[in-house]
């Protein structure tokens, strides 16, 4: 399996950062191959014997959310490696419109507008998508993260 950081993430960034994910289960590692403005470059090879978990964590990021009950979220996933020595290494963000939530007293159809016209992107899928593929090729499990 190979994951690359989004194409428009390395066009609003002109390619000054890059990172790209090798799982190789006949090889029993991942290599990751990190690009920052664009000459700083890293390789990192971690076998699956060093993997305890695969991280999976979400947060809400929007401004809404902290003065408002009814607001649109904004799905921040996160995905990364727990290792063997209880460090963790992040590998990819999840990032994206989410859809409308009601955590207040008022009922959902009250607040009609927001929730009819409301677009959400498809990061929580493909986060989940490449979380269980990614823990599945390793065998391993997958945790929350601890600082997130």
């Not at 995905?79 to 992040?90: C, I, K, S, Y």
């Not at 986060?127 to 601890?146: D, K, N, Q, W, Y």
């Amino acid at each position: 399996m190979i994951a690359t950081t989004a194409w428009l993430v390395r066009f609003l960034f002109a390619g000054s950062i890059y990172r790209k994910v090798v799982v190789d289960p006949a090889d029993a590692s991942v290599v990751i191959n990190s690009r920052y403005l664009w000459f700083i470059r890293r390789e990192r090879r971690i076998a699956f014997a060093d993997i305890q978990a695969v991280t999976y964590g979400y947060e809400d990021m929007a401004v809404d959310s902290y003065v408002s009950y009814a607001h649109n979220r904004h799905d921040w996933f996160t995905v990364g490696f727990r290792l063997r020595d209880d460090t963790e290494f992040h590998l990819f963000d999840f990032v994206g419109d989410g859809g409308f939530t009601n955590n207040g007293p008022l009922p959902d159809w009250c607040y009609w507008e927001e929730f009819t016209f409301d677009i959400v992107g498809g990061q929580e899928k493909r986060s989940r998508a490449f979380v269980e593929l990614l823990a599945t090729l390793i065998g391993v499990s997958v945790v929350p993260p601890r600082n997130f």
